[in-house]
C-alpha cells in the first residue's frame, strides 16, 4: 500500500471472504468494484488483499478486545433500565426490577451507591419515593410505606455485558455457544489508554488496509431485549446506551445540575426521537457529542498518522458523532457510509456536510434473515424481489442527491447460493455507474 492513497470517488465495495477467491474476482469483474471488505465474522485471505484492490477493515475498537474486556467488566458500558409497573397491593412491596429483561443481556450495577442513581417512582402520583423509603438486595427492590393501589417502578443501572451489535449477529445466525461479546466505555481512563495502544497495534499489523471502517465508533443505538431476546425497545437515534455513573458526574459538575435517572428514562418512552426533546435530554446529547468528539479525532489522527484513510459506519455505534453538528467536521473522517433502504436514508448519507466520500451499504444484508427476521439468503428468502423493492426507492432519491458509492456487506458464501441475485446486482451496479 502507498503511503498516498487515491480515492475513486464512484465505486463499488464488495463483501469478500477466505477461501472465495476465484469466485471474489469473478464478482469484481461483473460488479465493477474496485474495493473489497471484510464483515462481521469474516477474514480476507492474503491472496485477495494483495490483488490491488482497495481495502476497507471494519473495527469495532469497543469489542476488539474481549480479553481486556473480561478483566475490565467495570468498564462495560451502562445503561438506565426501569422495572415493570407494578401496583401496591399492601404497604410494602417487592419489585424484581430485571424480570422483563434478558440476563444475558444486562446485569444490574451492584457496584455503585444504588441511592445516588437510581430512583423509585409512584407512577401514580409521578412522586419520587423517598430513598429512605425503599432497599435493594439480591435483584429486589423493597419499598415501604406504599399507598394501595398506586403503581410502582425503579429506575435503575445495569451493565450492558453482551453488547448489542454482536448480540443481533450471534442469534441472526446462530453462532451457538460463541462466547458472547461485550463493549467497553472509552471514557474510562484506563479503557481509553488501553483501546489507543491497541488501535496502534492493530494499524501495524493491517498493513495492506487502505481504508479502516469504524463501525462504528461508542455507543450503540439502544435495542432492549426481553429473556427470550425479544425487542421491547428500539430507537435508531437514542443517547440511552452513552451511560456510566462517570458520565453522570461529569455531566453534573460540566453543567451545573445533576440529571435524574427520569430524565433519561422518561417514564419508560426513554427520550423516543418521536417525542419533543426536554431540555435535560438535550443538553446530555450536546455532552455525549463533545466527548465523542475528542474522543473519535483521537482515533482518526492515529489512523492518518498510520497512512491510512477513515471511514465512519453511520449506524451501530454511531451515537455521539452528529455527522449534521458543526464540530463533526474536526474528527477528519475521509468518508461516511450509511445502510440504506430507501430514499429517506439516501439523502440522509447525501446531505451529510463536508469533503467525505459518501457511500451506501445496502440492503439486503448477506445474512439468513433480514432485520425482521424474515428469510432472506435462506430457504424461503427472495433477495432478488427485496433488492429490487429497495433499489427503486434508492435509485429515485440518487437521481436527486447522489453518493459516489454502494456496496453490500455480509457473507458471499450464502450470496453465491442465489445466482438470481448475483445476476440482478450486476444490472443494478452497470445502472449506478450509467447515473
Known amino acids: 500500500m502507498s503511503n498516498e492513497i487515491k480515492v475513486r470517488k464512484y465505486g463499488f465495495t464488495l463483501p469478500a471472504q477466505a477461501g472465495m477467491d476465484d469466485v471474489v474476482l469473478d464478482l469484481a469483474r461483473r460488479w465493477g468494484a474496485d474495493a473489497f471488505r471484510d464483515s462481521d465474522g469474516t477474514v480476507l485471505s492474503d491472496s485477495i488483499t494483495s490483488l490491488g484492490y482497495d481495502i476497507y477493515s471494519t473495527l469495532c475498537l469497543i469489542r476488539a478486545d474481549q480479553e481486556w474486556n473480561r478483566a475490565h467488566p467495570e468498564d462495560n458500558q451502562q445503561k438506565y433500565l426501569y422495572s415493570t409497573p407494578q401496583t401496591a397491593r399492601d404497604v410494602v412491596m417487592e419489585i424484581d426490577i430485571l424480570a422483563r429483561y434478558s440476563p444475558e443481556q444486562y446485569r444490574i450495577d451492584e457496584t455503585h451507591a444504588y441511592k445516588k442513581y437510581w430512583e423509585v417512582i409512584n407512577r401514580t402520583t409521578g412522586e419520587v419515593v423517598p430513598v429512605s423509603d425503599w432497599d435493594y438486595a439480591d435483584g429486589i427492590v423493597t419499598v415501604r410505606n406504599c399507598t394501595r393501589w398506586h403503581v410502582y417502578s425503579v429506575n435503575f443501572l445495569v451493565y450492558q455485558i453482551w453488547e448489542t451489535t454482536s448480540m443481533y449477529n450471534h442469534l441472526t445466525n446462530n453462532w451457538g455457544d460463541k462466547p458472547h461479546q461485550s463493549g467497553v466505555d472509552p471514557r474510562k481512563q484506563a479503557t481509553r ?4 495502544m491497541f488501535l496502534d497495534k492493530w494499524l501495524a499489523t493491517h498493513p495492506d488496509t487502505d481504508f479502516v471502517r469504524f463501525t462504528s465508533m461508542a455507543y450503540q443505538f439502544p435495542i432492549i431485549t426481553n429473556p427470550k431476546h425479544e425487542t421491547l425497545y428500539q430507537d435508531w437515534y437514542g443517547y440511552l446506551d452513552c451511560m456510566s455513573t ?14 435524574r435517572p427520569n430524565d433519561l428514562v422518561d417514564d419508560g418512552y426513554f427520550n423516543s426521537t418521536d417525542r419533543v426533546p426536554k431540555k435535560a435530554y438535550l443538553d446530555w446529547i450536546e455532552f455525549i457529542h463533545d466527548f465523542m468528539v475528542e474522543w473519535a479525532s483521537q482515533c482518526v489522527n492515529q489512523v492518518h498518522a498510520a497512512g491510512k484513510k477513515a471511514i465512519l459506519f453511520y449506524c451501530d455505534h454511531w451515537i455521539g458523532t452528529e455527522p449534521y453538528k458543526p464540530r463533526f467536521q474536526e474528527i477528519g473522517y475521509d468518508g461516511i457510509i450509511g445502510p440504506c433502504i430507501n430514499g429517506r436514508e439516501v439523502r440522509r448519507i447525501a446531505d451529510v ?44 432519491a440518487m ?7 454502494i456496496g453490500y456487506g455480509g457473507y458471499l458464501d450464502l450470496a453465491v447460493k442465489f445466482p438470481d441475485f448475483i445476476d440482478y446486482l450486476e444490472y443494478q451496479t452497470k445502472e449506478f455507474y450509467g447515473m
Do not use: N, S
Not at 250 to 256: D, S
Not at 399 to 405: D, F, G, N, Q, S
Open 246 to 259: 462517570q458520565a453522570l458526574d461529569e455531566f453534573e459538575a460540566k453543567k451545573g445540575y445533576r440529571l
Open 193 to 196: 489508554e488501553h483501546l489507543a
Open 399 to 405: 437521481l436527486r442527491k447522489m453518493v459516489h458509492r
Open 353 to 396: 456536510p463536508g469533503d467525505l466520500v459518501k457511500e451506501l451499504r445496502l440492503y439486503p444484508y448477506f445474512f439468513p434473515v433480514d432485520l425482521l427476521d424474515k428469510p432472506t439468503f435462506q430457504a424461503g428468502g427472495d433477495p432478488v424481489a427485496d433488492c429490487r423493492k429497495y433499489w427503486m426507492w434508492i435509485r429515485r
